[in-house]
């Protein structure tokens, strides 16, 4: 019978990847979650004991530097792993994603530099991280209204 | 300019009585993929293709036109 044609519900994550993928995308979906997860509770973790002054030994602040790195370069590997597996429509979306997070990083550097020319404050490290992970969600969210 | 394709992937699956659902798990890609095909919105790879065709037993070009009123 031709039924179960309609979409179905989608959940908030379904929607941002634009597409739902197969079960071994939502797998591998699930382990870029988990290494992104370790990696912001190392990262905070870590900052704040960095922050807190409390005379660390500097083999002890090597380690506690090394740990989110090591975590955020598992994610980007899982990341990779991810999109190299992913069903292609998957793909496409992800990597127009992908396209906007980078493009709208580049517009978002060379913009402010000029506006720092023209007097504005330093511009922070994590306002770029934000408008790329940001620029990255609405392409994906773009994708998956394209492709709805 | 991309050349626009138009496909029977909807007639072939309603010929089988299958579901989208049925026809992406066999092709081994989500259903959205599936639908996307079937609408227009997305034009498959060339293995995906291959594997749509295959999965039919017809030939490429019968499951695949280019959208220019000239069939292959």
């Known amino acids: 019978m031709m039924t179960n044609d309609e979409l179905p519900r989608r959940s908030l994550r379904e929607l941002i990847q634009g597409c739902s993928g197969t079960l071994q995308d939502k797998r591998n979906s699930r382990w870029f979650t988990l290494w992104c997860l370790a990696w912001a509770l190392a990262y905070v973790g870590a900052h704040w004991t960095l922050k807190a002054d409390l005379q660390l030994a500097t083999a002890l602040v090597w380690l506690l530097v090394s740990i989110p790195i090591l975590l955020m370069i598992g994610a980007v590997f899982s990341y990779m792993h991810f999109l190299r597996n992913a069903d292609e429509l998957l793909q496409k979306i992800q990597m127009q994603g992908l396209a906007m997070g980078f493009g709208a990083a580049v517009v978002f550097v060379t913009g402010y530099q000029l506006l720092e020319a023209a007097g504005a404050s330093e511009m922070q490290t994590d306002h770029l991280i934000i408008v790329m992970v940001f620029s990255w969600m609405a392409g994906q969210l773009h994708g998956s209204w394209r492709y709805r | ?72």
């Open chain 2, 1 to 72: 300019m991309a050349l626009p394709v138009k496909n029977s992937l909807r007639v072939l699956r309603a010929e089988r009585e299958w579901s989208q659902a049925t026809l992406a798990e066999q092709l081994q890609v989500s259903r959205q993929t599936v639908n996307a095909i079937e609408t227009g919105k997305y034009d498959p790879g060339l293995p995906l293709a291959f594997r749509i065709a295959g999965l039919f037993e017809r030939r490429i070009e019968d499951v695949f036109n280019p959208d220019d009123g000239k069939k292959l």
